[in-house]
Nanobody
Framework: QVQLVESGGGLVQSGGSLRLSCAAS????????MAWFRQAPGKEREPVAA?????????YYAHSVKGRFTISRDNAKNTAYLQMNSLKPEDTAVYYC???????????????WGQGTQVTVSS
């Protein structure tokens, strides 16, 4: 089992930045691929970015965030991060940390989910 706790959401103006954190705990927390998903009101949950457990160079980004968002992880702290720059109103959503999936899955189907953190971008 892996438990995930997100932090770092909030309200920011268009063009601003936020960094989300996801602390993982549990017996296998350090060996799982991790990802960020988001769900906007009235829309389906969608993957935003993913990073492999053992290779920081193995990442995935949704087309809509490529070049603006950066996913990273600190395995010593069992924590993943999502640095979000040049935020747009359309990035407004609840952001969820997720873990326990294969990087080859399309779409990824995580076993574990955090509770979510709200990100609101004002125009």
């Amino acid at each position: 089992q892996v438990q995930l706790v997100e932090s770092g959401g909030g309200l920011v103006q268009s063009g601003g930045s936020l960094r989300l954190s996801c602390a993982a705990s549990g017996r296998t927390a350090s060996v799982v691929n991790m990802a960020w998903f988001r769900q906007a009101p009235g829309k389906e949950r969608e993957p935003v970015a993913a990073i492999a457990a053992w290779s920081a160079d193995s990442t995935y980004y949704a087309h809509s965030v490529k070049g603006r968002f950066t996913i990273s992880r600190d395995n010593a702290k069992n924590t993943a991060y999502l640095q979000m720059n040049s935020l747009k109103p359309e990035d407004t959503a609840v952001y969820y940390c997720a873990a326990g999936f294969s990087m080859g899955d399309s779409p990824p189907v995580p076993k574990y989910w955090g509770q979510g953190t709200q990100v609101t971008v004002s125009s």
